[in-house]
């Protein structure tokens, strides 16, 4: 689902004035630091993907849940199949959450998303929130804005500008998460 990392598509970083809220724990951060680090540590380095689960309640999106799918991975690309989105979605639901944001890690510094970014993702639902996060994840993914951070509305991704990122996601030290891997062996090519 996320190929061809090597022609981007710049585009407007746009700045809404929504009152959503992201809530994030910072156990979500560690557990996608540790799974995109995992993926870096291959050599050469691989990107590394991971689902983000959680829930709405009005304008408060709290995330709960990391799923590290089985993917298929290189240096510059990594996808996951129709059955690994099957077994993501699953867990999602016996979990009780849906899916919020898709993670996703990049070679270098460039943290747009790439063509494929935009044509391959598997859940283009409306609020999906998508994290690039650069370097292969070996400097960790924060500050968030040093991330790309995209958003799916209105049929398309654009990327939030680094004042909203800050305004509008919080990460929180006092929250439990779950982490489940549903990765049975690397793929790597
Ligand atoms: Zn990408």
Redesign the pocket.
């Given at each position: 689902m996320?190929k061809k990392?090597f022609s981007f598509v710049r585009k407007s970083q746009r700045s809404s004035k929504d009152k959503i809220t992201y809530i994030i724990p910072r156990s979500v951060i560690c557990d996608t630091e540790r799974v995109l680090s995992e993926y870096a540590k291959i050599k050469p380095s691989n990107?590394g993907f991971v689902y983000w689960g959680g829930i709405i309640d009005g304008t408060i999106i709290s995330i709960s849940l990391v799923i590290a799918p089985e993917t298929e991975s290189s240096y510059g690309r990594?996808s996951t199949s129709n059955r690994s989105n099957f077994d993501v979605v699953k867990t999602l639901s016996a979990n009780k959450v849906i899916e919020i944001a898709q993670v996703?890690?990049?070679p270098s510094d460039l943290v747009d998303?790439?063509e494929?970014?935009d044509e391959w993702a598997s859940f283009k639902i409306e609020g999906l929130v998508s994290i690039?996060v650069p370097q292969y994840c070996k400097k960790g993914m924060l500050p968030l804005t040093d991330c790309g951070i995209h958003i799916y509305t209105n049929g398309d991704f654009i990327r939030l500008s680094k004042k909203y990122v800050t305004e509008h996601f919080k990460i929180i030290n006092d929250s439990k998460s779950g982490f489940i891997d549903l990765r049975r062996t690397f793929h790597v090519r």
């Amino acid at each position: 689902m996320i190929k061809k990392i090597f022609s981007f598509v710049r585009k407007s970083q746009r700045s809404s004035k929504d009152k959503i809220t992201y809530i994030i724990p910072r156990s979500v951060i560690c557990d996608t630091e540790r799974v995109l680090s995992e993926y870096a540590k291959i050599k050469p380095s691989n990107e590394g993907f991971v689902y983000w689960g959680g829930i709405i309640d009005g304008t408060i999106i709290s995330i709960s849940l990391v799923i590290a799918p089985e993917t298929e991975s290189s240096y510059g690309r990594v996808s996951t199949s129709n059955r690994s989105n099957f077994d993501v979605v699953k867990t999602l639901s016996a979990n009780k959450v849906i899916e919020i944001a898709q993670v996703h890690s990049h070679p270098s510094d460039l943290v747009d998303h790439s063509e494929g970014d935009d044509e391959w993702a598997s859940f283009k639902i409306e609020g999906l929130v998508s994290i690039v996060v650069p370097q292969y994840c070996k400097k960790g993914m924060l500050p968030l804005t040093d991330c790309g951070i995209h958003i799916y509305t209105n049929g398309d991704f654009i990327r939030l500008s680094k004042k909203y990122v800050t305004e509008h996601f919080k990460i929180i030290n006092d929250s439990k998460s779950g982490f489940i891997d549903l990765r049975r062996t690397f793929h790597v090519r």
